[in-house]
């Protein structure tokens, strides 16, 4: 209440004057008192409530209709933590700005309810130098996890291109953040983002599909690949189950399932292919299978490819040219015989029952392997029933990265496969582990050989949710835009995923889909890429490099200026375009992993000469050497490494 008002009503109770009226009924009506229970009430008072009440209604809407949403930091929980803000954190922030996740305790959100959609950038490159932030604080009475203040640009600042001036004139803090990781290693800050734990509801409903799944847990059937896991993960489609994969000349499918086929006692077979490098590509070699009951090899044959071999690639097949000189076989003979295994048995002309029509058809066989997808391209074979152990079993760390075969085999079967060396893979090895990993399976339940089996795709726990307060019926719809393919690794679950090849690509991209999503998911790389902090992946096709032995100096200023205008424009022109009341998250993941990443090589070239019988006193000319000193070099670099940059803002 205002102090004029309430000055204003006390002098009016304890006023004792007398009203005067020409006649009786004018007496009546500007009468000011009235004696109700012995007390004196004022009409003028409740008058002037009225209008109190009124005013402070029309003040507590102007203050909804001016109110906007923010951020602020909570330093008191943030210097509780032992660590800065780990990208846990900020995908659980994104979780309940658009989703149903709970408030974060390190940060508060004023009006959170008026945050319409989510954008989230990851930029790796974007590092304290680079934006004129003053470094970590290393006093053991300063906190290093706190916010820093991002200092004003001066006009001059501002018009230079050696810098981002995009970050302090919209952002006033970067609070510092932690990578994903252990001693030794930075783990994945995508899979992090991506992948998190899940609601309660949701946790209820797989206790009871697990339950309900546990009675029974004998049933292979129950493991067999969705369609759209088989899509998910890039296997060749037949075409009677979806129009999406283009079959090439050479490539055959097995016989449509029928409708009402016997889902008992089908057969399974346990395969595993070897390949080559030829000029179309990697060409079959060898085959095997085995038969999942009896444990017996059922066909086991080394392949001639149509084209000449350039590689054999034999430290991982295992073939040589001295293996396939006599063999004649083809991969048409090859692919015949496969077919006839994998097609069901046909009917027996000579039953005399009388409902031939409602008998259950023959199951058709399944098939078994470990990314079996490799397998059926190899084999170009489209087939509809198949598991994989890649996705039947966990990897450590979760979804979307899958298990290797030999390290699956050593933890659920106790026992080591692969150990040959140079000498490559044996395909009957690898069939027989597939086939006791789904017989350990089997045994022991769906949740044997899970990791982490309350996580998921952030996209899947957006989609059942309909927003914080029930606005985006449907569910939340989001789009990932990124380099590579998106839509087979972290974005596969979301309703838009874009692959592109460059930052350009990312800035147009996302200024299409935001608009029609709720949340959208973008990474700037091209810093990354001029820092050489992006190497490229070692593969099967080509041998790989040796290691790096020192960290390349960092470009100057100038090397990097062209880089960083061109980011600069790229948040301008996307911050100019996000619609009001658009949550900014940009993060940049991690710092400069190269020195990391040296050590590591280093570390694991010292280790597999151990592993491959060689003394110490014969690994160490060849310039392999690891000491307790490197060791605490690794460490020192990993932690390094994981340190990270958050900025949150609100476009009003």
Known sequence: MKRGASEMASAEVHSSKKAKAE????????QATENVGGEWTKVEKRKKKKASRIEAKVDESHAILTAHPRFMYSNTEIVKRSNAIAIDDVRDLVLHLIADAPPPNWLRIDNSHMIQKVVALLVPGLTPDLLSLPPLPTSAIINPNLPLSIPLLSPSDLDSAANIPFIASTFSHACPTRAPGDQTRMHSVLSSFFTG????EEKKRRLTQRVQSEINKSDPTQYLLSLEQMIENEYPIPSYLADVFEKSSGWLESPEPAANENKWNQKIYAIDCEMCITEDGKELTRVCLIDFTSGIVVYDQLVKPSKPILDYLTRWSGITAEALNPVTTTLAQVQAHILRLLSPPAANPFSLSSSKTTEPAPPTPILLGHSLESDLKALKICHPRCIDTALLYHHPRGRPLKPGLAWLTKKWCGREIQTRGEGGHDPEEDAR??????KKKLENGPGYGEFKIDYESIFERMARS???????????????VDHGSPSVMHGAKANTAIGCKSDDEILENLLNVIPSHQFAFGRFMALANMLGWVTPKASADQPPAAPATTV???PSLVDLAPILSNLDKHLKTLHASLPPRTALVIFTGHSDPRK???????????ESALKSGKTPEEIRPLGLTWSATD???LEEAVE????????LGIKQ
């Not at 309909?466 to 990932?480: D, F, L, P, S």
């Open 596 to 606: 990391m990443s040296i050590l590591n090589a280093r570390k694991n070239a010292f």
């Open 631 to 633: 060791g605490r070099d």
């Open 640 to 647: 390094l490494a994981r340190r990270g940059l958050l900025f």
């Open 552 to 554: 390349e100096p960092p």
């Open 433 to 438: 582990a597939c086939l006791d990993l789904l």
């Open 466 to 480: 309909n927003g914080r307060h029930g606005r985006m019926t449907g569910g939340v719809k989001t789009a990932v």
């Open 23 to 30: 006649n009786g009924k004018a007496a009546q009506v500007v």
């Open 197 to 200: 734990p899940v609601s309660g």
